[in-house]
């Protein structure tokens, strides 16, 4: 029965793209492509004002425009008990303004018209009153004796403190600096950024009056717990909504929140009767949804002179702007900032932040980033780097010489982590080697002696991926499981139901794979499904690089679960006991003979039409998994620079990248993903922040101002690998999709401190513009 077939390209295979054809046709399905019969159109009315009491809204003359249906305020919200919802974080939201505007860009109001043009237009006819009042835009002013009171709606609440958090051991800490032969100490700002996806956010809801039924068609990277999110705040039945997210024109943590946008439409739908269109455009997206960062950080390393790091202090002040809105696990208020030792062995650690509300859009999304390690990584490393310059170290061999070993793993750090492991010599040795390290040491000392400005940056990152251990991690509650469902059909091909989904970064392809490996079967011919939650399992999607660590050992998991089935119905065919079966992808065969053989494909074929008595029919299953710890993928990048004394401006001259992710299951969607995530620490490190001045207004609303790195501007990389299995997940995966943009940014900052470290420069702030970098050798060489 079995035939010679080609190689089962699984785990390992560079397997081209099976969802890249209708998007290069321009076949993909997006929000706005979806139309529906009877469909009204929605905008919104953002308030001009970053804080101010709101008088009155008079919406008669755009109520009276031809094609407007209907314009919705706060109020009318308040009348259904919408005004307000809860927030990932567990804080509240205004969905449309009752009392005050908190931020520049809140929803003020809406206009359901049946055009998109004139609801837009109709915006313009709402008259409202607002009485400005003070603002603070930093959490530095918000903390100040007598700062303006921006949750005056919270009856706890007296200041614009939201939280403090502290992690690890003060007592050993303060030991640790009194052992300390010297202090290395650094404030840095971690600005403001936006993620910026390709598609902006929006929706298109349809209740159906009749059956109380809603459909919401959603940019959402969560669509599971988006819908119990919905069911809570509407009080809609969960099973009488569906949310469907069709291709994502990217996310990058961006839509996982709840945006009042897909709130009010959905209620405007209800009240309707009619589906409704809501699409946000550019400069909406840029001033009102998730930013990330805006850490104010302070770090403090405690050393001996040798070189050995005894103890690391920290303190964070987070701007979360009018509402604190970050998805992230609510056991932890900065999320995983813990990772803040890094790759190192470090005996003592005691980190603290506080949080407070400005009049600023709310923030902290996992921005390419696992909730906060981003801003952890960029301390420790830059702190590392004036380490070494207080010491006279090579920045490579304080690194090394403090590294946690290979044999060390697993590593329980001093904040309670549990690295799985790691080989971090081995990813600094192959960057060095791959950059020619010593021999570019060699070439800056002849550009310096040619007066040129010379630097060459390293950064060793350990990030902290795969959030859903039940025992800590949850979003409001929800545990962060994750789910799959895998059926074989008679033919032998299958249909994958996943509860992650996919914003580009190819997972029907890379979870074929999965199954390929598991079962045999070719990717071409398993079918991925994702992004309906009438039609896949519950989990709680894709973000902070979770869908390999988590639902990728979900895919495997079930798939072994298919295969057990598949092995019994085997032995049957093969007429033989099941302990003498043996599976050797795609055949199965008998011990000590494996010219006879059964293929998977006539083992589902069997399933449907000749499966052992006793035995239910078909093939097929489900699997949530629990992962049992974090993953911890890892690497070192090296970057060389030189920058222009005259100018300011810097150019990346070489750039090397070595990542160990576990097993990497397609090399060249894994090298895709660091590619991208590279270019994106480049652009935070470069040129992009979001800022205000000091009414609150967003300087920053259009691409113009908030600059993305194109073809133009990006480095040329080059990478490199190394393979560190993760000890616990299924298939030893780690996951990839963050960790460039969280190693990266120290890379390229420390490269241009160590061109000007001998002007005595030891920072300045991202990004490194060429005016800043400018400024910094004026001031150093005493100019003004």
């Keep these: 029965m079995a035939t010679e077939t080609e190689e089962i390209r699984g785990i390992g295979h560079s ?21 529906l019969p009877g469909m009204l159109h929605m905008a919104i009315l953002r308030s001009p004002y970053a804080h101010a009491k709101l008088n009155s809204i008079d919406g008669s003359a755009a109520q009276a425009m031809p094609g407007v249906v209907a314009v919705v305020t706060g109020e009318l919200m308040a009348q259904h008990n919408l005004a307000w919802m809860p927030t990932l974080s567990g804080d509240t939201q205004a969905v449309l303004v009752t009392d005050k505007v908190r931020f520049q860009g809140q929803e003020v109001a809406a206009v359901i018209a049946d055009d998109p043009y004139v609801a837009k237009d109709a915006l313009e006819r709402i008259e409202v009153d607002y009485e400005p009042l003070g603002v603070v835009v930093t959490p530095q002013a918000a903390a100040a004796d007598g700062a303006p009171l921006i949750r005056d709606e919270k009856d706890d609440q007296t200041d614009n403190h939201i939280y403090h958090w502290e992690s690890g051991d003060e007592e050993a800490t303060d030991r640790a600096f009194a052992d300390a032969d010297r202090v290395v100490k650094l404030d840095t700002f971690y600005p403001r950024s936006h993620p910026s996806p390709l598609e902006t956010c929006g929706c298109v809801a349809d209740v159906d009056p009749a059956t109380g039924q809603a459909t919401i068609y959603m940019t959402s990277q969560a669509p599971h717990a988006i819908r119990t999110v919905f069911a809570l705040v509407a009080g809609l039945p969960e099973e009488n909504i569906r949310i469907i997210s069709p291709d994502l024109g990217g996310g990058f943590g961006n839509k996982v929140p709840v945006y009042p946008g897909y709130v009010v439409a959905t209620a405007a739908s209800l009240l309707l009767g ?176 040619d007066g040129k400005l010379w630097g060459i940056g390293l950064a060793s990152f350990t990030e902290v991926v795969g959030a859903g251990p039940h025992k800590d991690y949850d979003i409001i509650g929800l545990k962060m499981n994750d789910g799959a469902e895998l059926r074989i059909h008679p033919t ?58 988590v639902s990728g050992a979900a895919t495997a998991m079930v798939a072994r679960r298919v295969g057990e089935k598949a092995r019994k119905i085997a032995a049957h065919l093969l007429e033989v006991s099941e302990e003498d079966v043996e599976f050797h992808r795609p055949n199965y065969t008998v011990r000590g003979a494996p010219d006879r053989a059964v293929t998977i494909q006539d083992v589902a074929f069997a399933a449907y039409t000749n499966f052992p008595d006793g035995m239910e029919a078909g093939l097929e299953g489900n699997y949530y998994y629990d992962p049992p710890n974090l993953t911890f993928p890892f690497g070192t990048y090296a970057v060389a620079v030189e920058v222009d004394p005259e100018t300011g401006e810097w150019q990346v001259k070489r750039m090397v990248a070595v990542d160990d992710c576990g097993v990497r299951i397609n090399p060249m969607i894994v090298e895709g993903q660091i590619h991208g995530g590279l270019t994106e620490g480049f652009g935070i490190a470069a040129m992009q922040q979001i800022t205000f001045d000091d009414d609150g207004n967003c300087i920053g609303s259009n691409f113009l101002d908030y600059l993305l790195p194109t073809a133009v501007e990006t480095p040329k990389f080059e990478l490199g690998e190394t393979v560190t299995p993760s000890p616990h997940h299924p298939i030893g995966a780690k996951g990839v999709g963050e960790s460039a943009t969280v190693g990266s940014p120290a890379a390229y900052v420390n490269a241009v401190i160590d061109a000007l470290q001998p002007l005595g420069v030891k920072n300045i702030d991202m990004p490194l513009t060429s005016a800043k970098v400018w400024d910094a050798i004026q001031a150093a060489q005493g100019g003004s």
């Design 15 to 35: 397997v081209r793209r099976k969802e890249d054809d209708r998007f290069v046709r321009g076949r993909g399905n997006y929000v706005d492509d979806v139309q």
């Design 274 to 449: 009619h589906p409704v269109k809501w699409i946000e455009d550019r400069t909406e997206n840029l001033i009102s949804t998730g930013f990330a960062r805006d850490f104010h950080m302070h770090g403090e390393l405690a050393l001996k002179d040798d070189g050995t790091m005894l103890g690391l202090r920290t303190s964070l002040l987070a701007d979360e702007g009018a509402f604190h809105a970050d998805a992230q696990p609510s056991k932890f208020k900065v999320g995983l900032f813990h990772i803040v030792t890094g790759s190192y062995d470090l005996p003592a650690a005691h980190v603290q932040a506080d949080g407070y509300y400005t009049n600023k859009a709310p923030g902290g999304v996992a921005y390419r980033c696992s909730f906060r390690v981003t801003e952890a990584s960029f301390l420790i490393e830059r702190l590392v780097q004036n380490a070494a310059y207080e010491l006279g170290m090579d920045p490579a061999d304080i690194r090394k010489k403090n590294f946690i070993d290979k044999d060390q793993f697993p590593y329980e750090s001093v904040t309670g982590f549990v690295y799985d492991s790691g080989d971090y010599h081995g990813a600094m040795d192959l960057a060095l080697e791959k950059i020619d390290y010593a021999g570019l040491r060699e070439e800056q000392k002849r550009e310096r002696a």
């Design 492 to 549: 032998g091909k299958a249909i994958l139901k996943i509860s992650s989904i996919t914003q580009g970064q190819g997972h029907e392809t890379t979870f074929a794979q999965i199954v390929s490996e598991e079962l045999g079967i070719q990717p071409e011919d398993i079918k991925v499904m994702h992004g309906d939650t009438d039609n896949t399992p519950y989990g709680l999607g894709t973000y902070a690089s979770r869908s390999t660590p």
